[in-house]
C-alpha cells in the first residue's frame, strides 16, 4: 500500500509538470490543464487511502473521510457552478480569490499542525511558521485585490508614514513567528493567534496602498507565494505531492512577476512600495494638440482600404465584452485582403494573460497574435493602429517624459502607425490616471462610444463597402 501511495505521488507531480510545460503554448494549454487537473484528482483520492487515516483509531476515519467528502462536495459544487457563470471581465478577480483560497489553505494546515503543540524537528517548525506567514500574506492580501478588480474597494488607501507602519507589522510579525518556531512546544495559544492576526493585517496592509495599474504583478506575485506555502506544507505533512506542486507554482509564479515587472520596467519593489497608480497620477503634465473625433463610416473606409493593420487590446475590451466583435471586424477586414495582426502587452488587462484569454475564447487565431517585441517593428509600416480600451500600454510619454510614472515602461509603438484609431467610451485617463498623449497625436482619432456598438458598427461598414 505504501508504494501504492507513493508511485500514486510521483504519478501526480509528473503530471503537474508535463501540464505546466503544455500551458506555455497556447495551442496545447487546454490540454495542459487536463492534465494537471487529473493529477490533482489523483493526488486527492490518495488521500483516501493515505497512512495517517489508515493507521487511525475508527472513529477518526470515519470523521476524516466525512469531512473529506463533505469538503470536495461544498468546494467542488462552488467551484463548478462559479466557473460556469463567471464572465471573462471578471475573470481577474476570480483567480485573485481562488488563489487566495490556496494560500488560506496553506495556512489553515500549518495553523492546525502547530495548534497540536506536539513536537516536531526545528527544521520542520520553521517550515510550518514560514508557510503559515506566506500563506497567509498570500490570503488577506489577494482578497484585497479581489475587491480592488470587483470595485468593492474603489479607493487606494494611502495615508503618510503607511510604510513605517507596514514595516512595524512585518517585524512584529516575524518576530511572534520565531518565538513560535524556536521554542520547541512552550509557545501559548495566545501568541499563536496573536501571529496570524498580525500576519493577516500585514496582507492587508502591504496591498491597499498598491494601484490598480499593477494589480496584474500583484496577482502574479501572491501566485508565486501561494505556491511556495503550499511547497512548505507539504514538507510539514511529509507529502511529496503538496511539496512538488507547491515548488512548480512558487517558481512558475516567480518568474510570471519578474516578467510582468520586467515588462513595466519597475523592480518589484516599487511595485509595492511606490505610489504609482494613485488617481490624478497624471495631474501637471501638459499635453499638445486636442483630441479630434471620426465617424466609424471613416474610421471603417481607413481599415477597409489598407494594406496592414494592427489590433491592440484593452480591458475596455474586456468591458464591453467586445471581443467577437473584433474578431467579425478582422474576418470582414480579411476578406478584403488586408493583413491584420493583433499585439498583446504583457500587462494589458487585470492579469497576466487577460488579453490572450479573450481573444482565444472569440476564436482568434494564435498564429495573428503578437506579444510586444514581436509586433513593435511593424508599425511604421502599418496603415492602421486601431486601439479598443488600451490606454497606458500605449502612451508615449514612456518614451518621452522621465517625469512621468511610466517613463521607460515598454510599450506598443501605436503611434509610430501611419494612422492610428483609437476606440474609447469617454475622455478619461487610463487606469493609473495618467493622461495618455497619443489620444492628442496628429495621426490619431477618437471613435467614441461602447466598445462592442462600435466593432459592431464597423463591421456593418466594411461590409458595405
Given at each position: 500500500?505504501?508504494?501504492?501511495?507513493?508511485?500514486?505521488?510521483?504519478?501526480?507531480?509528473?503530471?503537474?509538470?508535463?501540464?505546466?510545460?503544455?500551458?506555455?503554448?497556447?495551442?496545447?494549454?487546454?490540454?495542459?490543464?487536463?492534465?494537471?487537473?487529473?493529477?490533482?484528482?489523483?493526488?486527492?483520492?490518495?488521500?483516501?487511502?493515505?497512512?495517517?487515516?489508515?493507521?487511525?483509531?475508527?472513529?477518526?476515519?470515519?470523521?476524516?473521510?466525512?469531512?473529506?467528502?463533505?469538503?470536495?462536495?461544498?468546494?467542488?459544487?462552488?467551484?463548478?457552478?462559479?466557473?460556469?457563470?463567471?464572465?471573462?471581465?471578471?475573470?481577474?478577480?476570480?483567480?485573485?480569490?481562488?488563489?487566495?483560497?490556496?494560500?488560506?489553505?496553506?495556512?489553515?494546515?500549518?495553523?492546525?499542525?502547530?495548534?497540536?503543540?506536539?513536537?516536531?524537528?526545528?527544521?520542520?517548525?520553521?517550515?510550518?511558521?514560514?508557510?503559515?506567514?506566506?500563506?497567509?500574506?498570500?490570503?488577506?492580501?489577494?482578497?484585497?485585490?479581489?475587491?480592488?478588480?470587483?470595485?468593492?474597494?474603489?479607493?487606494?488607501?494611502?495615508?503618510?508614514?503607511?510604510?513605517?507602519?507596514?514595516?512595524?507589522?512585518?517585524?512584529?510579525?516575524?518576530?511572534?513567528?520565531?518565538?513560535?518556531?524556536?521554542?520547541?512546544v512552550e509557545y501559548s495559544p495566545v501568541v499563536l493567534a496573536a501571529f496570524f492576526v498580525l500576519a493577516l493585517v500585514f496582507g492587508v496592509?502591504?496591498?491597499?496602498?498598491?494601484?490598480?495599474?499593477?494589480?496584474?504583478?500583484?496577482?502574479?506575485?501572491?501566485?508565486?507565494?501561494?505556491?511556495?506555502?503550499?511547497?512548505?506544507?507539504?514538507?510539514?505533512?511529509?507529502?511529496?505531492?503538496?511539496?512538488?506542486?507547491?515548488?512548480?507554482?512558487?517558481?512558475?509564479?516567480?518568474?510570471?512577476?519578474?516578467?510582468?515587472?520586467?515588462?513595466?520596467?519597475?523592480?518589484?519593489?516599487?511595485?509595492?512600495?511606490?505610489?504609482?497608480?494613485?488617481?490624478?497620477?497624471?495631474?501637471?503634465?501638459?499635453?499638445?494638440?486636442?483630441m479630434k473625433e471620426i465617424e466609424a463610416s471613416d474610421a471603417a473606409v481607413m481599415m477597409a482600404y489598407a494594406e496592414k493593420v494592427i489590433i491592440i487590446p484593452g480591458y475596455g475590451m474586456a468591458v464591453a465584452q467586445a471581443q467577437h466583435k473584433i474578431w467579425e471586424l478582422?474576418?470582414?477586414?480579411?476578406?478584403?485582403?488586408?493583413?491584420?495582426?493583433?499585439?498583446?502587452?504583457?500587462?494589458?488587462?487585470?492579469?497576466?494573460?487577460?488579453?490572450?484569454?479573450?481573444?482565444?475564447?472569440?476564436?482568434?487565431?494564435?498564429?495573428?497574435?503578437?506579444?510586444?517585441?514581436?509586433?513593435?517593428?511593424?508599425?511604421?509600416?502599418?496603415?492602421?493602429?486601431?486601439?479598443?480600451?488600451?490606454?497606458?500600454?500605449?502612451?508615449?510619454?514612456?518614451?518621452?517624459?522621465?517625469?512621468?510614472?511610466?517613463?521607460?515602461?515598454?510599450?506598443?509603438?501605436?503611434?509610430?502607425?501611419?494612422?492610428?484609431?483609437?476606440?474609447?467610451?469617454?475622455?478619461?485617463?487610463?487606469?493609473?490616471?495618467?493622461?495618455?498623449?497619443?489620444?492628442?497625436?496628429?495621426?490619431?482619432?477618437?471613435?467614441?462610444?461602447?466598445?462592442?456598438?462600435?466593432?459592431?458598427?464597423?463591421?456593418?461598414?466594411?461590409?458595405?463597402?
Amino acid at each position: 500500500m505504501d508504494f501504492i501511495i507513493k508511485a500514486s505521488y510521483f504519478a501526480a507531480a509528473v503530471l503537474f509538470i508535463l501540464g505546466l510545460k503544455k500551458m506555455s503554448s497556447p495551442k496545447t494549454a487546454r490540454g495542459g490543464i487536463i492534465w494537471a487537473g487529473v493529477g490533482m484528482v489523483l493526488a486527492t483520492l490518495v488521500t483516501f487511502v493515505h497512512p495517517t487515516l489508515l493507521h487511525a483509531p475508527e472513529d477518526v476515519i470515519f470523521t476524516n473521510y466525512a469531512l473529506i467528502i463533505i469538503a470536495i462536495g461544498v468546494a467542488g459544487g462552488l467551484a463548478w457552478y462559479t466557473g460556469k457563470k463567471v464572465a471573462m471581465t471578471d475573470m481577474p478577480q476570480m483567480i485573485a480569490l481562488y488563489n487566495g483560497m490556496g494560500g488560506g489553505a496553506a495556512a489553515a494546515i500549518a495553523a492546525v499542525e502547530l495548534v497540536k503543540f506536539t513536537e516536531m524537528t526545528q527544521t520542520v517548525q520553521i517550515l510550518a511558521v514560514l508557510g503559515a506567514l506566506i500563506g497567509t500574506v498570500a490570503f488577506s492580501g489577494s482578497l484585497i485585490a479581489y475587491a480592488k478588480l470587483q470595485g468593492i474597494l474603489r479607493k487606494t488607501v494611502r495615508f503618510g508614514g503607511i510604510q513605517l507602519v507596514n514595516g512595524i507589522l512585518f517585524a512584529a510579525t516575524v518576530i511572534t513567528g520565531a518565538i513560535i518556531a524556536f521554542s520547541g512546544v512552550e509557545y501559548s495559544p495566545v501568541v499563536l493567534a496573536a501571529f496570524f492576526v498580525l500576519a493577516l493585517v500585514f496582507g492587508v496592509m502591504m496591498t491597499l496602498p498598491i494601484g490598480g495599474a499593477d494589480m496584474p504583478v500583484v496577482i502574479s506575485l501572491y501566485n508565486a507565494l501561494t505556491g511556495l506555502a503550499v511547497g512548505f506544507e507539504g514538507f510539514v505533512l511529509g507529502n511529496p505531492a503538496m511539496m512538488i506542486a507547491g515548488i512548480v507554482v512558487g517558481s512558475a509564479g516567480t518568474l510570471l512577476t519578474q516578467l510582468m515587472a520586467r515588462a513595466m520596467n519597475r523592480p518589484i519593489t516599487n511595485v509595492l512600495f511606490t505610489q504609482f497608480g494613485a488617481s490624478g497620477g497624471g495631474e501637471g503634465e501638459e499635453v499638445s494638440g486636442s483630441m479630434k473625433e471620426i465617424e466609424a463610416s471613416d474610421a471603417a473606409v481607413m481599415m477597409a482600404y489598407a494594406e496592414k493593420v494592427i489590433i491592440i487590446p484593452g480591458y475596455g475590451m474586456a468591458v464591453a465584452q467586445a471581443q467577437h466583435k473584433i474578431w467579425e471586424l478582422t474576418q470582414a477586414l480579411r476578406n478584403k485582403g488586408v493583413d491584420v495582426k493583433f499585439a498583446i502587452h504583457p500587462v494589458a488587462g487585470r492579469m497576466p494573460g487577460h488579453m490572450n484569454v479573450l481573444l482565444a475564447e472569440a476564436g482568434v487565431p494564435y498564429d495573428i497574435i503578437y506579444d510586444l517585441d514581436e509586433i513593435n517593428s511593424e508599425f511604421p509600416t502599418a496603415d492602421v493602429a486601431l486601439v479598443i480600451g488600451a490606454n497606458d500600454v500605449v502612451n508615449p510619454v514612456a518614451r518621452t517624459n522621465p517625469d512621468s510614472p511610466i517613463y521607460g515602461m515598454p510599450i506598443l509603438n501605436a503611434d509610430q502607425a501611419k494612422n492610428c484609431i483609437v476606440i474609447k467610451r469617454g475622455k478619461g485617463a487610463g487606469f493609473s490616471g495618467i493622461e495618455n498623449h497619443l489620444f492628442f497625436a496628429d495621426n490619431t482619432r477618437m471613435l467614441y462610444g461602447d466598445g462592442q456598438k462600435v466593432a459592431a458598427d464597423l463591421v456593418a461598414q466594411v461590409k458595405e463597402l
